[in-house]
């Protein structure tokens, strides 16, 4: 036996072009399916194998616009009925809470994170807990549900939703809509397309790691060009580091000599990150404190000898009886 759950609601496209409420067939059949397939993706990602969903039409067509009801049934197998009377009754995601989570309702979501993106690409992305902060620069973070997030790096998800909103793109069709018991829930219009662009899911950074250190550094090799990074060593590795303190960089342009064995007393900035399957190291030195010279070797020879210094060298004392 199984459980279901069932959340109907009504999308809508507005527009001069279906002032007579009819929408050419080869626009509305693959932004249905694409709904279908984003509800469906959002709920495997989200629930993995514990639930399925569905997504129907019904019967019934409303006037306005052109619009159409939908309801998305979800299937909940029956090995897991139990959490729902437990402490796990929070695992399995419903259909509302995965309209939510899309966007569809409530105002964010994905829909949601998506408009205040406006196409840009995260710098990084970092996990705190069930929140999750999405770096739009250094100084500018949007803080989200962590489940969000799981859908915005999901590939059928995010391509399945651009598939939704790309008939605002026929010159004609404005706005998308969701309704929910008479109500608006969602309305995008067409000045928004690109905000729905797949393609900014793509290299953003999962961080693992962010600490800033105090740290000796020795130059290894060094350019003076914008935009590229100094090779240093602090005594256990060799790396590159760029650059970001505005007060050294202007030393630079001011002509300062630096060269090879020169050593920099630094704030060092080391991320660690995942992307594309990949680990990443990057180090930016945050802060210049100090500027040394080389670091010299002590001399093996001894230049301290006084006049009653022993004679250097080794030998044997002997003795005639």
Same mark, same amino acid.
């Given at each position: ?12 496209? +507005? ?8 929408? +050419? !067939? ?28 569905? !997504? ?74 069930? !929140? ?27 391509? #399945?939703?651009?598939?939704?909103? #790309? ?155």
């Amino acid at each position: 036996m199984e459980m279901s759950n069932h959340q109907q609601f009504h999308v809508l496209f +507005d527009g001069p072009a279906l002032i007579e409420h009819r929408m +050419d !067939v080869r626009d509305l059949a693959p932004a249905l399916i694409a709904i279908a397939d984003l509800l469906t993706a959002a709920n495997h990602e989200l629930n993995g194998e514990a639930a399925s969903l569905r !997504v129907h039409v019904n019967a019934s067509f409303k006037a306005g616009s052109f619009g159409i009801d939908l309801v998305a049934t979800q299937h909940l197998l029956s090995q897991i009925r139990s959490i729902f009377s437990g402490s796990g009754a929070t695992a399995i995601s419903n259909g509302y809470a995965i309209m939510t989570m899309v966007g569809f309702i409530g105002s964010g979501g994905l829909i949601g994170l998506l408009r205040r993106l406006k196409g840009r690409r995260p710098v990084r992305i970092e996990q705190k807990g069930e !929140v999750s902060a999405v770096h739009v620069s250094e100084t500018e973070s949007i803080e989200v549900d962590f489940r969000v997030i799981k859908l915005y790096r999901n590939k059928i998800v995010r391509t #399945s939703l651009e598939k939704v909103i #790309s008939p605002l793109a026929r010159e004609g069709i404005t706005d998308f809509g969701v309704v929910m018991r008479d109500k608006v829930v969602l309305d995008v219009h067409d000045d928004e397309i690109a905000s729905f662009s797949a393609c900014t899911t793509e290299a953003v950074a999962d961080v693992v790691s962010d600490t800033t250190t105090h740290k000796l550094l020795q130059i290894e090799s060094l350019t003076f060009k914008d935009g590229n990074r100094w090779r240093v060593h602090d005594g256990l590795a060799t790396f590159c580091a760029s650059i970001e303190d505005p007060a050294f960089l202007k030393k630079i342009d001011a002509g300062e000599r630096f060269g090879k064995g020169d050593v920099l007393v630094v704030d060092l900035r080391q991320v660690q990150s995942i992307s594309g399957g990949r680990l990443n190291h990057e180090s930016t030195i945050v802060k210049v404190l100090e500027h040394r010279q080389p670091l010299q070797q002590a001399s093996p020879e001894r230049t301290d000898a006084g006049p009653d210094a022993e004679p250097a060298g080794t030998g044997v004392d002997l003795a005639i009886a």
